[in-house]
């Protein structure tokens, strides 16, 4: 019981925001082009080698996301829709939610590559995975970083997270809801800039509970 | 006088380059260390300082490439050869070609009809120097260095009243906002909103802050110093693309045509002022 409590607690501070935001939502969008027509010029524009293919298939929440220019602008609808299909997606490590390692979860959060390819010079290798978090974060002191996303400094602190409760089921779903953020950014964050991560593939579970476990470990780095 | 030496200097380079092998042409690096990022600032800003800018070599180059590949005959909108403020008011519509043409899309094309050249040839041309650095000269680059430079202190005025450029204009819109691909991206996730914020340490612009679309573009072709080469304005948009994770940008594509229409159409009134410089 105590434990839904806290669950609710943890997804209403995340989502509230969101709500608050946009009271006076309104579809602002020209009708002038249809959105087929401006895939049909992305798709000749883009390069069809067959084994990147699959990345011009535009989901729904993804087609959701591109008809507004920002977050206020979208109608409640349209919000729990993008809510509701990204939390749908979200998957768990097969041995559910648990503390990992942090440092493997640090290589992932410095590491900017994987997935840029080009023929013409420069590409990652196949295997390289990254989440690239800097570009937009600030997350260890002293670590140059972006500012599209939110500071991460101490982050682990913020949720509260000390060597003392890091193992209670309060501390667990903190983690899980944490876990929700990396591996599906948009069910918590609609549309947001934040790619999803896990959804998509990009780190896998255990990576995303790794990366997790850097941002709120007592001992990472990130909470020093 | 200055930019005669540049020249000399310049093609010295390139021949001594040429003779020690491919690896002369450097991949162009992800990452660079600390010491070499300083170097590359103090040389930025000794160039500054000296009001030397290397691009402009390949406007001079590039003078010559016009004559080789037969581009007198070129027409950009205001008649065959007649290129002085062409580039201010491209994109615009074709009645040859049937169709809206943007600076380097035009180029393509008259590649094809005054030099001969195959699609396939036309896109090698364009891609030469891609991903490379060191001493890369580029014709393609320096015909669209010349070409751009002839419009210097014109102000773009791209035709909107054009439906068919409106369209393209608004293709292009709807195209930057478009969420694709593994990482979710759009244009509007780096080049979107009033709030100014950086990516690592590069300060983005916005094409919702007034005159920031209208500076972007009017510097294009962009001289690189740590690539030692123009990057022209296709070249960006395949290596904001590669960043998104978008398969790869395929240069003079209808895709290229509306970003530019977008893009130039929302910089009208902007002194063009090629080519830029950057770190």
Redesign the interface.
């Known amino acids: 019981m105590r434990k839904i409590v806290v669950g609710l607690t943890i997804a209403g501070m995340v989502v509230g925001g969101v709500y608050a935001q946009q009271k006076k939502a309104q579809p602002k969008r020209e009708e002038a082009v249809k959105p087929e027509e401006v895939m049909q010029v992305l798709k000749t524009g883009l390069s069809s080698d067959p084994r990147f293919a699959w990345k011009l298939n535009q989901d729904e929440a993804q087609k959701i996301c591109s008809k507004y220019k920002s977050r206020e602008e979208m109608p409640a609808k349209e919000l729990q829709r993008v809510i509701q299909l990204s939390q749908q997606s979200i998957a768990y490590p097969q041995w559910g939610i648990y503390w990992g390692d942090w440092k493997e979860g640090q290589k992932i959060v410095d590491s900017p590559s994987g997935g840029r390819y080009a023929s013409y010079g420069f590409s990652d290798s196949p295997t390289a995975k990254g989440g690239n978090c800097y570009a937009c974060h600030l997350i260890e002191k002293g670590k140059p970083g972006g500012t599209m996303g939110p500071n991460l400094y101490g982050y682990g602190k913020k949720w509260g997270i000390s060597k003392e409760n890091m193992n209670s089921p309060e501390a667990v779903e903190k983690l899980k809801a944490v876990y929700n953020i990396v591996y599906n950014s948009w069910s918590a964050f609609p549309c947001s800039s934040m790619p999803r991560f896990g959804y998509h593939g990009n780190l896998s579970t255990n990576d995303v509970m790794n990366v997790v476990t850097y941002l709120l470990h007592p001992e990472s780095p990130v909470n020093k | 006088m200055k930019k005669r030496l540049l020249l000399a200097l310049f093609t010295a380079g390139a021949v001594a380059g040429g003779l020690l092998s491919t690896k002369a042409f450097a ?2 690096d ?2 660079l260390s600390p010491e070499e990022e300083i170097r590359l600032v103090q040389e930025f800003n000794r160039m500054l300082a000296e009001g030397v800018n290397p691009g402009e070599v390949w406007y001079e180059v590039g003078k010559e490439a016009i004559k080789k590949y037969n581009l007198d005959k070129c027409d950009l909108g205001l008649g065959p050869g007649n290129f002085k403020g062409a580039m201010a008011q491209l994109p615009r519509y074709f009645q040859d070609a049937g169709k809206v043409m943007d600076l380097e899309t035009r180029v393509g094309w008259c590649l094809q009809k005054h030099a001969g050249m195959k699609p396939e040839e036309v896109q090698k041309f364009v ?1 030469q120097c ?3 650095s060191g001493n890369c000269m580029s014709e393609y680059d320096a015909i669209i260095m010349y070409l751009t430079m002839e419009s210097n202190g014109y102000k773009v005025n791209v035709n909107l009243k054009d439906p068919r450029v409106k ?1 393209m204009y ?2 292009g ?3 930057f ?10 244009c ?3 080049h ?2 009033k709030q100014e ?5 590069t300060r983005l612009w916005s094409v919702d802050r007034p005159g920031e679309v209208g500076s972007a573009v009017v510097i294009f072709p962009k001289y690189l110093v740590r690539w030692g080469l123009p990057m022209s304005m296709h070249y960006r948009y ?1 290596e904001c ?3 998104m ?6 240069p003079h ?4 045509v ?1 970003l530019s229409a977008y893009l130039y159409g929302s910089a009208n009134g902007t002194e063009i002022k090629a080519p830029g410089i950057g770190r």
């Open positions: 991949q162009q992800q990452e891609k891609w991903g490379k369209k608004e293709i819109k709807q195209a906002q478009t969420r694709l691909g593994p990482w979710d991206f759009n509007a996730t780096c979107a909103g914020v950086r990516i690592r340490a395949a693309i590669r960043q994770r978008w398969p790869e940008f395929i594509s209808d895709l290229g509306a």
